[in-house]
């Protein structure tokens, strides 16, 4: 395999920053003592990233 197209990199790139986004997110709704509101809030942000 040689190296990918250039056009597919940033794509790589974008996927990479979403992951990562989308683990702080959830290690933020996994944390304790949080009220119904903030998991609510987050619940709703990793939706939006999802869609």
């Given at each position: 395999m040689g190296r990918?197209?250039?056009a597919t990199e940033p794509r790589r790139q974008?996927?990479?920053w979403q992951r990562e986004l989308?683990?702080?997110?959830?290690?933020a709704a996994l944390r304790p003592g949080?009220?119904?509101a903030e998991i609510q809030?987050?619940?709703e942000r990793l939706l939006d990233?999802?869609?």
């Open positions: 990918p197209r250039p974008a996927a990479g989308q683990g702080k997110e959830i290690r949080m009220t119904e809030a987050a619940a990233l999802a869609a």
